[in-house]
């Protein structure tokens, strides 16, 4: 348990987790390393940072990660020379970021695991920002956020994606839905904050598979983190159908999804 001017945890080198449980809250970065973080097992709880994770190189295997920070949860970072890359293999990860959820000065890699991301609100920042590739592959990603910077996985990703923009600002806690056409629950989600573009990426996305998107209403599922699961859903507003046709669906207006 450390409440730290500086960093929580720092290494010159690298740093390895296997397991335990770390309460953290810092002044500045939560956990850095200037060459490679990587996460087996554990329990993470990071209630205040300026930047949650840090280093050139980040490998999350698996544990349960919620991390609060002023700027970036995850930060692709550092002044040494490398690859910079965030690999995502598994667990669960929950952000509440006011900078960029996820921000990768190079590439992502997600094979399995489930991330959410709540924030950020400022239109200058985004839920996911990379400046390479991010491709996914498996697992289930739930991003939602402001709209200016916001960017999808890429097309070269096997997993398929949706980036959706919102014609205004949603309020906090304000549910998001989308059903495939039999009716059956792809996804039922509250963003913990004010939110104007979704990304969600799963499975349950099937190419040439039609899916309505609601904004409000309620559910009696069980929540965690924002996400639902079971339960029944009374519809709010619809507020668009798409098909899938590609690996990236963009549904709303605005720019192009990401590179």
Known sequence: ???????AVHSNNAITISGGALTLATGDDAIHADAAITIDDGTIDITESV???????????????????????INVAGDVAGTYHLYLHGGRIVIDAGGDGIDA????????????????????NGAIDYDGTFNVSGGLLVAAGSAG?????????????VLIRFNGAQAAGALVHIQNSAGED??????????????????ELVLGSAYTVYLGGSSTGTVSDGLYSGG??????????FTVNSSVTVVGGGGPPGP
């Open 186 to 203: 792809v996804l039922t989600f509250a963003p913990a904050k004010g939110y104007q573009s979704l990304v969600f990426s799963s499975a």
């Open 51 to 73: 930047e949650g994770i840090e280093s050139i190189l980040i490998t999350i295997n698996g544990g349960a990660i919620h991390i609060v920070a002023s700027d970036d949860g």
């Open 1 to 7: 348990n450390v409440n730290a001017a500086d960093d």
């Open 105 to 124: 000065n190079g590439s992502i890699t997600m094979t399995d695991g489930v991330v959410l991301v709540h924030g950020p609100t400022n239109q200058g």
């Open 149 to 161: 910077m916001a960017q999808a996985p890429s097309a070269t990703s096997t997993q398929n994606s």
């Open 232 to 241: 029944s859903y009374t519809p709010g507003m619809v507020y668009a159908n």
